[in-house]
C-alpha cells in the first residue's frame, strides 16, 4: 500500500500461467477463447479486475472464487533491467480440486483441451490437481506441459516435481532453474545442454511421447532437447537500451511457443515464436503487448 500511494502504479492482469495463457492467445488471435484458464481469486475489487483483464484479451478464465482469502496481488519493481517482485499469493494458494477442477462443467473443458500448461508455481498449491490433469494427459495421448518455474520449487519441492515429471511431455525452465534442478537431482554437471539431455532421459509414462525440455537463458540461446539430441536457438540480437522490463519475458516465451504448438507446427517454429513474443514483451512495462503481433 506505500508503494501505490507513494509511486505511480500501473495494474496488469498476471500470475505467471495466466500471462503465458494470455500471450498465446495473443498470438493465435483467432478464435477467441482458443485458451481457458483456470485459478483461484477473492470475490474482491482485485478479482473483478482480473475477470475483467481475462475477458479483454479474450481469454476463457473459469476461477474457483472463495472468501477465505483476497485475491492473489504481486508488487514489481523495476529499475534499469533488474526487477525484483515481492507477491502476496493470497487466493492463488486456495485452489480446492474438488471445490473446481472435479466439477462436471469444468472438468468437461479439461476434456475438450487438447495441450496442458501449468506452472511448477501451482505444485505448491495442488498437487492432486496437477496429477489428475496430467494423468488425463497421459491417457488420451494430449500434451502435458510444465515450467520448472523457481529454483525454490527444485529445492524445497521436489518430491511433488518428481511425482509429475514422468507425465510431463514438455518442460520448460530458464538457466536459474535448470541449474537447482539438476543440483538437487545430482546430476553432477553444471553444463546446460548436459542438463537438459539428463532431464528428457527422466523416465516417462506415455511412451508414445518423448519428453522435450526447453531451457531459455535470457540474451543468450535457448537450448533444446529430444530424442538424444540437443539444440541451440540464438535469440533475437537487440539493443540493451530497447529493454524497458524484463519482467513476464519467461512467461512469454512459453505463450509463443504454446500458440505454434496448439497448431501443430514444428517445435522450432514452437521456439521462433517464443523468442519473437518475449521480444515484444520485454520492450513495452509489464507483460502487455500491442494490438496485433507481427509474427512470420
Known sequence: SKMVKKYKVEYHAGGSTLN??????????MPHKAAT???????????????EKAEEVH????YYEQSEEPTGTCAAC????????????AAANCYKKDKHLDL?????????????????????VSEESILKVAKHACENNKLFCLNLSAPFISQYFMQPLM??????DILFGNETEAAAFAKEQGFETKGIEEIAKKTQE????????QRVVVFTQGKEGTVMAKGGKVEVFPVVKMNPS????????GDAFVGGFLSELVQDKSLDQCIYAGHYAANVIIRRAGCTFPEKPDFH
Open 20 to 29: 503465458s495463457i494470455k500471450v498465446a492467445q495473443w498470438m493465435i488471435q
Open 37 to 51: 484458464f483456470f485459478g483461484c481469486i477473492g470475490k474482491d475489487h482485485f478479482g473483478g479486475i482480473l475477470k
Open 59 to 62: 481469454v476463457d478464465a473459469y
Open 78 to 89: 523495476i529499475t534499469g533491467d533488474n526487477r525484483s517482485l515481492v507477491a502476496n499469493l
Open 104 to 124: 462436471e462443467e469444468n472438468w468437461k473443458l479439461v476434456q475438450k483441451a487438447k495441450v496442458f500448461y501449468i506452472a511448477g508455481f501451482f505444485l505448491t
Open 163 to 168: 511425482r509429475i515429471m514422468p507425465y510431463v
Open 202 to 209: 527422466l523416465s516417462k509414462e506415455n511412451k508414445k511421447r
Open 242 to 249: 530497447e529493454i524497458v522490463d524484463t519482467n513476464g519475458a
